[in-house]
Structure formats: structure tokens, C-alpha cells
């Protein structure tokens, strides 16, 4: 992951786990400072596990807006993961071209009470793969807040994927994140107890 | 007898120096008054503040709470402690809240507050907050409403609700000044960091400063029913996250206030928050009369001792250390006034004493005693001054009254974009008793002042001051 | 031009009583305003004076952006050329680096968010001085079951219940809350040995904190205990740290005191990754009325990217506070000078009836209305003068004993004023424009008020004044 600032440029290394329970794990292997700090998604809560320390957190409210690893994509927007399944209407609207792909293009409106701040999400997803190619993120007056733009299509595993992704906020062009996947592979195998604490502080 | 009618219709005698005289304790008394009447306006306002917008008169929560607030620190017995309170006649109201500390996010801002859930009937009663609406930013919280929040500019401002955008068609500027900003037009800006620079970039600094203000001021928006999601721990220690709808914003003169604090409907947050039925975190009563705090606030610690109960000079010292130091400042200036007003008295009534030495000089003559000229002097001193006071106490009083109908703007303007600097109104005010007391301070100082003068005029020799060709 | 002196020179001594009268009028309303400006510029100028000189000082050098976004990532760097540049100025009486930052303290399982302030020590000392905020007392379950035995009355053993966990940084607040000020000094010490409570500074190279008080009551950890901070660091990293506690401090604000951190410099640098930056350098000065110029004299200093900002627009509450103050200060004496003013036409008016005669015979013998009228005016004249001058040495004496023997508070008063950390006195306010301003003042309501006298010798009547 690459941080992009006005002043600075950050680069991170992590690997991450996810499984079809919607848990997820992350371990940062890079750079020497960060390295071994570790996430876990579990339910409702996101956990931190700091090397340095010997300490293992759990975030509270104050920090879920907080960018994660200060990038653009908060620990907010990690925990409502799939709350663009369950949380808003969606509608098809035409098909658009994105990086060489064909793709719906679905209009998302959130319902009455949902507890989302967005006013209105637009996706890409691309008809061959199932892809989320570009996503823009807009407020309740529909003015533009962010952008998720995809691209660099990859064989990873069995599948082929965008490898990168670049997360763009509309009023700060100047700050971005842009996230690479350098290996990607599915249906791996994990252990019993691979999504738990005790596992967090063991990974490398 | 005949020396009081003697001093009357001397005083009428030489119009120009008792005019004189009478003046100075005039504008003495009115003087006092008024400064006396400005401090207790600043500072009567202040504590006004406190207590009708803010605090009300006492607050109850359990133990530990306010050291350390947990969704989980609910106040016990509040059946017993609104019980207790709804039969004391010194009560005038009582709101419950639920108080949640959380954070609260848009698209583009996010921020820590207190949510206060609260019941807006008993809450209108006890809080005048509504008064503090911004006009045309919404209402007052409405139970009918689905989960209405009231926040402050100031959240507002942080949570990116408060927009900027400049609408050339509905603003009043010349020509020269709508072709620059003609780029900008319709653009939303969402700080106001940003807006002053678009407008710097195309205005020069002498236009910014001419129509910096009233550019920012007619591009002011509030994005009504904003949506802002809360994020807290319930009760149950989960993590839980609402949505709320914004339906109007508040700004009182306290800043750490508004900041603070954000209004939602206690059913609301009590659904949102899983907290049991009915349970509370702070109880705020506001009394008819602040007389009787103490008292109530004795009686519940003795019948409650389990829970915390504070008065609102205990949570807001510095409203008390203000008054104090409002009261000192006061007593400093008033010593000055009168210490000058003697001083004039004295000073003027010496020259009445020189410059009558001849007719003094002749009444001793002609067989008035010295006694008896000292009675005169100071008699005449004293219908001076008196009615110098009571012509100084009727302005004082009507001076006062107008003032404190049409208030004393304190603002200092400052320069391009920022807002009328700080609009400050005082309204001054005074009480009876003080109204007395200042009067009778200035009597009693005219009377001090004239005793050194009538003295001297007693150590005047006849002889001498017949023949004095001064 | 010498005779008239010579003719004002005699008619001011011709008639002393007259001339000591007028002379007094002027003389005390010179003093009075001098005094009561620097009363009421002392009383609230003082407090924020306090305010300013123990927090974030006059002026404070930063990067050009922090002032619109706080954050640690708009730092600079302090270095030794700057450095001597700066405290070459004459005006610099202290410079204190600081890092200013939030972050999460947590013990176990109990966490805070708090402000994190990484201080020099030892510079800091000129300015916060979190060191004499230590809690030096400290009225445990343990020290209150030493301290029962030392009362005989069962009311007062109960009273001390009310204090239970109360800190204190003096002896003398944990005396008279507990009642023994006025106990024998063996009492005292053995009260003061039962409550002793260890804290300790900072030290430049420490790898410990200081603790607020109620935030460390909440946290529940003591001096010797370890502490968690985690944030976010420069440039987004993660910054987690373990550090011992080193002490406690009890803040005057309430607010403050349930979340305020200090950290040595060497060690925040560490923990936030800043790579030797600093976000803040705060200023004191020696002469605050000249913050204006140094700030510009400063400013010249600078390299790129850095900006002088000043306690007005770091702290505008402050500014608003001072504002009311100086609005409030003028209504009030805008008053007194209208009570001055008076009284010196009183004397005028008075002077010029009483001379009428003595006018008419100056006429009647030849000597025209204006030189009378000039004579007049030069007598005046002189007796400013000499008023203005024996009254700004009045006012001066006023203001050097005022400010050097603050008049202390009592009783209520008093406690309000410590409570929030300040003096509890009332100070004159030193030498500044305002003393030359009254005196201006004064000089020109002598002008005013001479007007209307002279007029009436110009249009004097001869024979009517011979009559009086």
C-alpha cells in the first residue's frame, strides 16, 4: 500500500486473510518499524496487536475514522465491509467501459435508515469477472466525496483480477492511496484457530 | 431653622456654582449606577448563561460518572430521586437524560461529542437552548421526527455541514466584483479555509476586506437534514453505529459548549444504545428561585448519599471566580468615582468658600456664630448634593432602563473575511438595594467632602475677609 | 512673551489658596486616572497575562500550515542556527520546544484518550513548569486510616472521609482541607508523613511520563507503573509505546487534568517517529508591549514554510476575553474622566467669578481684554505644567508601588482565583501607552475647560464687573 501525500509517500507490505465467514486477518510485514503488527476482523470488533508493546487492543469508537495505517481507507470503512449488500437499493443503470472492460454499471441508493453516510455509490463491476473496476462515493447532496479506481488486470491463482487499486478523495486530489497485490491465492487451507488473538500475535 | 432656609436660597442665590456642584454629584451618582449596572449586566448574563442554557441549577448522576462517564454508570433509584423531587415546591423542572459519549462521522468529517438524549417537552422547560437555534438552519427537536439530532455550528463546522457557496444571483455586489468571482459561481466549498482562498485567488486584498464579510455571510449553508452516523460502545459493550438526521443548528456564546454536546431524542438513543427501559445517566432540575439551592441540594445529599449531586458553581467554577472577580472589579471602580466625586466637592466647594469669604466675612460681622456658618456651609453642601442625587439617581435609572432595553454592543471588527470580530451585548441591570446603596454612598461622600471646606470657611477672620479685595 | 510670564508667574501667587486649589484639581485628576487605568488594566490583564506566559506564551514560531490543520505532519525543524538567531533578539526571554499530539493511554483494560505534550524539562520549568504541579500529598485509604487516630473528635475523623483520594501539591491546601493549619507543627508532620506522596520530574533523557491526576486515578496506575500510548505518528505510522510513570501533576483545569500527558522531547521523538521535529516553539517575552515589532523582527528570520503566530490568533477566546476587558475598561473610564472633567471646570468656572473685579480694574486701567485673556490662559498654562508633571510623578509612584505590592485577595475571592491557578492578588499594571494617554487626556480637558472662561473675559463687561 503507497500513501500519497503533498508533503510525503509512505509504503507498506502487508498480507492479509479473509474467509467466507467474513473474517479477516492482516499481518504488516513492511517496513522494519510496523513489521508485525497485526488485524483481526471478527464480528463486530477490530483488533490491533502491536509487537513493540506486547499489547493487543481493541479499537475503540474514537479510532474507527481513523485512516487505517493512515491511508484513505479508514477502520471504518473495513468494519461495514458488506454494508453495500444490505444497506442500500440497487439499480442497474447502462453498461461503461473501464480500463478496457465491459461493465454494469449499478447505481446504489441507501436505504431509509440505513446507517451509512454516503447519499449515493456508484460501481463498475465488470461482466466477465465480477469485478469492482471503479467505485465513486458520493454525499447526501450528490456532490463527490471519493473515488475507487481499479485497474491492471492480473492472473492471481485461478482468477484474474485488478491488481491495483487507487483510492482518491475528490477535494484532495493531492492524497491518495493506491493499493497492489503482488500475490493473491484462494481456498487456501487455514488452521482451526487461524482467526483468533492468540493467532495475531504469532504471525509473521 | 432659619439657617436651613438661609442655605436654600443661598444655593438659588449663586446659580452658576451650585449648578456647578450639583453637577458633579449628578453625574457621580449616575456614574456609580451605571458602571454598577454594566457589571452586573456582563456578569449577570454570564451566569444567566450558565445556568438557563447550560447547566441548569443541579445535577444528578451516580457516583463516579462525571470523574470518569460509562454508558454503564446509570444513575439507581431514579424513580425514589424524580419521586422526591416532583413534590418539593422549589422545583420548577425536571430532565432526565441519557448521555453517550460518541463519535460521529459524515462523508467528508468526523468528531467526538456527548449525546444527550432528551425528552423535548421537560427539556424546553428547563434549558432556553431553542432560543439558540441558528435562524433558518431548522428547529427545535420534534418527537415526530425520525431520529433528529441538534448540533452545535461548531459541530457543524467540523463535520463539513457547514458549507460555503457563492450564488452570484442571490448576492448584491457591483459589477467589477461578480465578473471575478463569475469562475467560482455554484462552486460548494466545504471549509471556509477554502473558500477564502478561491475568493483571495480572483479579489484583491482591499475588495476581500471590503466584501469579505458579506460574501462569507450570504454563502453560508447549513446542509439541511444532514445525515451523521454515531459510532459508540452500547451497553452491552458492543460496538454500534446509528444514523441520525440533522434538524436544526445551535450556537450559544460558550464555544467548549456547543463542541461538546450534541441533542437526540431519549428514545432514540436509548433504542440505539440498548440501554435498558428507563434507565439514565444524569438527572438536571432547575429551581424557581436560586435562593433555594442550597437547601435542595443538602436535602438530596442526605436523602441520597449514594449518588452525586453537584450545583452549578461546582461544575462550572469559573463561573463563579468570574462573578467574583466581576464583584471586586466593581467595588475597585466604584471607590475611584467616589474618591473623584469627593474630590470635586471639595475642591469646588473651597473656591465657593474663597470666593464668599466677603459674604461670610460680613455674617460673621454682623453676629452669626461660627457654629452657626459651619451649619450653613455644610446644610448647603447637603441640599447640593442631595439633589444632585436624586436628579443623578433618575438619570441613572432611566439610563440604565434604555440601555438595557436596546443593549451595549461591544464589537471589534477585524479585517477580510473573519465575522463581526465578537458582537458582545451587555444589558445592564440593577437592584434595589444597589440602587439605594450607591445613592447613599454619594450622599454620604458629598457630606464627608464638606466638612473640610465649612472648616476652613470657620477659620475665616470677619475683620479680614470684609476688607478682602481677593 | 517674559512678561506675561512674569505677570501669570505673580498673579499664581498672589492668591495661593486659589492657585493651590486649581493646581490640586489638575494634580489628582492626573493621578486618578493614571491609577485607575492601571487598577483595571492590572485586574483582568493580569489574569490573561498568567494565562499567556504559562501556556503558549506571547508568540510561538511553527510551519506556516499548522495553525489551519494541527497536525504533526506540519512540523519543522528547530535547528542550531535558528536557534541563536532568535534568542539574539533582546526581546526573547524563553524558548520552548514542544510536540503537541492525541493518543490513546490505556492500562490493561481500561484506556483514555489524551493529549500528548513532549516538553524539554528543564526549559519547560520557564514556562508550564509541570514540576511545581506535582502531587507531592495524596489522601489515600492507607493515609487516611494513619491520619484517624490524630483527630479526637469522631465529627472530624468523619470529615476527612470527604477528601478521600483528594492529591494536593502543597502542604498547606492538604492542611487546611483536613484541618490542622493551625495545628502544632509535631501534628503537621506527622500528618504530612502520612500522606507523603512520591512523584518525580522529567529528566531531558527520560523514558517516562507524567500523568494527570484524575486521568491516572482512572487509568489506576501510580508512579512506577507502566503506561500504553498509542496513535498515529508522523506521516501516518503507527506510534505505540510502553513508558514507566515518573509522577503525577495535578492541572488546574478539571478538563485537562482527566487527560494530559508530558513526555520528554527525546522520547516522543522516538515513539512518534519525528525524526527531530518540532511542532511548536512558544515565546516569552520580556516586554509583551512590544510583541508587534519583535513578531515582524522575527519573522525576517525565518526560512521558508515557517510562520510566528501570536497568543491572539493561537488562542482567540483569550483575545475575546481581552477585548470585553479593554471595552468594558474604556466605558468606565470614559465616566471617571467626565467626573474629572467637571471638576476641573468647576474650579475654572469658580476661579474666573471670583476674579471678575480684579478683571474689570485690570480693563478700566487699560490693559485690553486679550492680553488679560492671555495672562489668564499663560497662568493656567503653567499650573498644567506643574499639575501634569507632579501628578505623573504622583501617578508613576502609584503605579510602581501597585505593581510591586499587589493588594492580596481573601476568603472566597481568594480560593476562586487559586483554584484556577492564578495569584490571588490585584495587580497595578505596569508603565505602557495608557500613562501617557491620561495625561494627554488631562492636558487636554484644562484646553476644553479654559474655553469657556476665557471667552468671558473677552466679552467682559467693564462696569458690571467693577460692581460685583
Redesign the interface.
Known sequence: MT?V?P??K?TLKFKSWVNKDKKSLAVITAPA??KG?SFLKEG??LWNW?P????L?KL????????W???DISN?DIMKEFSLEKDYTHHLNGEEYIEGQKCWKIDLMPL????????KVILWISQKGFDQMKAE?????L?L?KTHQASQLQKFDDRTLPSITVVIPA?DPDNQTRIQIDKMTFNHPTKANFYTQQNMKRLK | MMILSLAWKNIWRNKKRSLIVMTSVMLGTTAGLFTLGLTYGMVGEKLDAVVYTELSHLQIHQKTFLRHPEITKTLPHVDSIMAFLNVRAEVKTISPHIRIT??G????G?T?LDLLGVDPTSEQALSNLNEHILPGSGHYLNSDE??PILISDKTAEQLRIKTYTIKLDKTPLPLAITTKLQALNGK?F?TKKKFKRAVSNVLTEKEVSLYGPSLTQAALQY?H?????F???DATG??????FSVCGIFKTDFSGFDEGRAFVLRKDLAKASHLPRNQIHEICVLLHQAEALPTVVQDLKTTFPDVDVQDWKALSPIGEVFSQMMGLYSLMVMGFILFALAFGIVNTMLMAILERTKELGMLMAIGMNRRRVFQLIMSETIFLTLVGAFVGMVLGAALIAITHHTGIYFSSIAEGFQEMGFAAVVYPTIGAQDFIIITLLVILTGILSAIYPARKALKLNPLEAIRTEN | MRELFKLAWRNLWRNKHRTWITLASIFFGVVFSIGMSSLTKGIIGNLIIENIESYSGYLQLQNEDYIDEPSL?NCFTYTKQLHKALTKNANIRAAVPRIETFA?A?NGNR?Q?VRVTAISPTQEKKMANPERFLVRYRLTQQALALLKPLFKEEQKRKDLALYIDHSYTNSQQMLADIGLRKAPLALQKKALQATLFHSNYLTEKDEGVLVSDALAKHLQVLPGDSL?L?G?GY????A???CPIRGIIKVTSPDLDRRLIYIPLATADHFL?MEGHITSLSLNLDHPDRMEETKQELTALLPQGMAIRDWKELTPSLSQQADEGEGERFVILFILYIILFFGIIGTLEMMISERKKEFGMLHAIGMRREKIAKVFATEISLLTLIGLTLGALAGALVIVIGYYHPIPLHGQTAQAYSQMGYSPVITFAWFNDYYWHQLLTIALMVIVATIQPVRHILQLDTLKSLHS
Do not use: C
Open positions: 500513501i501525500r508533503k510525503y509512505r518499524k510496523e503488527q463486530k470488533n502491536n513493540t508493546i506486547h499489547r487492543i475503540p469508537p474514537s479510532m474507527m475514522s481513523q485512516g495505517m493512515g491511508s471504518d431509509a435508515q440505513a446507517n451509512v453516510v454516503w447519499g462515493y458520493y454525499d447526501e447532496d456532490y466525496v477535494e | 460518541a463519535m462521522s459524515t462523508s467528508r468526523n467526538s425520525q431520529y460548494r466545504f446542509r437534514h444532514a445525515k451523521i452516523v459510532t459508540f460502545t458492543l460496538l454500534v453505529s446509528q444514523l | 505532519d490513546l490505556s484506556s484518550g500504553i498509542m498515529q506521516q501516518g505510522t503507527n505505540a509505546t510502553l517517529g
